[in-house]
């Protein structure tokens, strides 16, 4: 799935933030505050789930795990911001 | 690349042979068969080779799975729920699940997903199978119906309610509590070992939950599912080039009111429409393929549209394609009448027309609203 993580240049929070935003706004057609649950606001179809981890995945070069793909980790997005985060960390090891 | 899919149909080709029609008549594909088979990875190809798959991308995995599709639609429905139990664990589960199960998976296991219950087909989320702690392990109570692969499997991905979310949980079908139920004489993909399965009680260790946590149900099961989409929609394309074949070799070998049947206009006109439903579902199917193997968000719905549009195109065109052979393919076994049959099922499986049309629907909505 993804041995090609190649995290050389740096994302900081704040740039993982605005594209987590911005793909979230397209998608739903509204603001998205980063600590709106999208999930209890009833933005998220069970398709839309999938798209928006393949979308992370594709995005920020990571590999979300059976283990991370718990709801709480896609709650809001600061939240996602958190795992993509910690994903390109743990890759660089 | 190429090489490697044309290889592996190459080995469906021999492990079919001329055995389709009596795997149809008869509802069974021989163990020894699929068995082999998986430990070629030709059953689940899209495994990457660090696990023992032949690591090939949708593209070519889709290429084998209208091949197959083309040859006997019941083994590739075994394609299907292999590759889709195989996906789902490479998806959900943990790094040691993934080394220990799909080692299994490419050793010559054999493995279905269930998802439908009595009460909840096209409504998952009317799911009632329970996942539950129990002492140091876990307990599995539930009833599946209608399991792909059910007959043969040796596991089963089973989904199921856990904590106060969703999971899927490995079921050993030897597992005691384990009850496999095969359907009797299913209208279409008659080999394909359709069961309905009974879990009462069964005792699991701990790490049989993929991933080990709950997840969203609406999450996992679109997971699977999507795979399945891409590798029906595939598997209708190969109905349409067998009927395409089959309809056209028989217009123009067959002679009626002193001209061949290729004359007449009205079987010309099946032959075109034959044609343009081969080619647009596979230019359908290679874009959600493209997608898939660009991993771009856009490959859920185009997993769903060409699902759609495929399995419609693939139920009228053999419908046509019967109409064109007549009664040379109005008897069970004939690759037309197989077409017919198997073609319909793939309209219920893996979100029915109704329920495709109703996410095509939302999707157009979410658009342009």
Sequence with gaps: ?93 | MTERWSEAAELVAIAVGDRAETWDRTGRIPLETLRELGTKGVLCAQIPQEYGGLGLSSLDNGELTAATGARCSSLRSVLTSQGMAAWTIMRLGSAAQRRTHLAALTGGSLAGVAFSEPQAGSDLSAMSTRISEDGSGLRIDGRKVWITVGAYADLLVVFGRFGDDAAAVLVPTDAPGVRIERVADPLGCRAAGHADVHLDGVRLPRDAVLGGAAMPLGLIATTALTYGRVSVAWGCVGILRSCLAEAARHASSRAQGGAMLSSHQLVRRHLAELTVAEQAATRLCEHVSRCWDARTSDLVMAAVLAKHFAATRAAEGASAAVQVLASAGSRDGHPVARAYRDAKLMELIEGSNEMSQLMLADHALAAWS
């Design chain 1, 1 to 93: 799935m993804s041995s090609s993580t190649t995290n050389q240049h740096i994302l900081s929070p704040g740039s993982i933030c605005g594209k987590l935003t911005a793909f979230l706004e397209r998608q739903t057609k509204r603001d998205i505050e980063p600590d709106l649950d999208i999930f209890a606001a009833g933005l998220v179809s069970s398709l839309f789930a999938l798209e928006l981890v393949v979308h992370i995945e594709s995005t920020f070069d990571v590999a979300i795990g059976g283990p991370d793909l718990r709801l709480d980790n896609f709650r809001t997005v600061d939240r996602m911001t958190e795992l993509v985060l910690r994903l390109r960390g743990e890759s660089d090891d």
